[in-house]
């Protein structure tokens, strides 16, 4: 591996969403306060959204690792659970013993009593689901049911969706409307602009324990953010490649020329025309440009 070869401590663009890797830009920090603020006003059912690879995981991963103690959290990242199976998961992190688990009737109102002995020893639950625009119909009502308990001002669960944009649309489906109508808060997150993209490439350097001089100059993270979209989870994979092509050939920067073979390596990445492509595009607008108005004046 690369670490040593550049004075690393860890993998700086490892894809697994590590919350100690979370950088607070404008739109995941206003993600992560929309979300905290909701969840102390004691709102029901929350949504987070944004494309593939824009740190969505990470943000949930974040949230639960600055939760007080007070919450009880129960993920759910298997998004394609039938209403019966995420009524036991549910259970199963509420501590009700497997055994209770098989009478579906009954298993609601074993649910509700420990939410309400929860509350009572003063224990918030909060249901985390990731890709939740994956979860069936039955699933999704399921949750918009164990969000309506509630006794007196407090709700006995609360609920934060994390999806793709797919989740929008399907939220717009006439036979999810109860549950659109009941989510109070929503955000969507946006891709990272250059600048941000430059930051946030030092930033993971730097909490991977790189000290030395700047590996990505701004050239070279303009690069990456043509070809990458202001995707997070893109711009990773482009730094690690670019990281890996120049360790394999003993070189300590990273240059224009690394990033296009990371490119060229990346099925999703963005191919970035090179100087010389665009001057033959251009010259081929210029020539284009010149024959319409000659034929405009009549020349042709």
Not at 109 to 124: F, H, N, S, T
Not at 160 to 169: H, T
Not at 236 to 250: D, F, P, T
Not at 251 to 263: F, G, N, P, R, S
Request: aromatic content about 8%.
């Amino acid at each position: 591996m690369y670490l040593q070869h550049f004075g690393l401590d860890k993998t700086p663009f490892s894809l697994t969403a590590d919350p100690d890797f979370f950088i607070d830009f404008i739109p995941h920090k206003e993600a992560l306060e929309v979300i905290t603020t909701a969840l102390s006003l004691g709102e029901g059912i929350l949504k987070i959204t944004g494309e593939v690879g824009t740190g969505k995981t990470l943000l949930c991963n974040k949230l639960q690792s600055e939760l007080s103690e007070q919450y009880l959290v129960c993920t759910i990242d298997n998004p394609y659970l039938s209403a019966h199976e995420l009524r036991s998961a549910l259970a199963l992190h509420l501590g009700i013993d497997k055994n209770q688990l098989d009478d579906q009737f009954l298993l609601t109102g074993i649910i509700k009593e420990r939410l309400l002995a929860l509350l009572a020893a003063g224990k918030k639950v909060l249901v985390l689901v990731d890709e939740a625009q994956a979860l069936p119909d039955a699933s999704l009502e399921a949750l918009r049911l164990f969000s309506n308990l509630e006794t007196g001002p407090d709700k006995l669960l609360q609920v934060v969706l994390f999806g793709q944009p797919e989740l929008d649309v399907r939220l717009g489906e006439s036979q999810l409307r109860q549950l659109r109508q009941r989510i109070t808060f929503s955000y969507q997150l946006r891709a990272l602009s250059e600048s941000e993209i430059e930051h946030y490439i030092q930033q993971r350097l730097m909490r991977a324990g790189y000290r030395g001089v700047a590996l990505f100059n701004r050239k070279v993270c303009k690069k990456i953010s043509q070809a990458s979209r202001g995707i997070p989870r893109l711009i990773n994979v482009l730094c690690h490649k670019a990281l890996m092509i120049s360790y394999g050939r003993q070189h300590y920067t990273i240059t224009q020329k690394l990033i296009k073979e990371a490119v060229e390596d990346t099925e999703d990445a963005y191919p970035v025309p090179s100087l010389g492509r665009w001057w033959v595009i251009l010259f081929l607008f210029a020539v284009i440009n010149a024959l319409l108005i000659m034929w405009w004046k009549g020349l042709l």
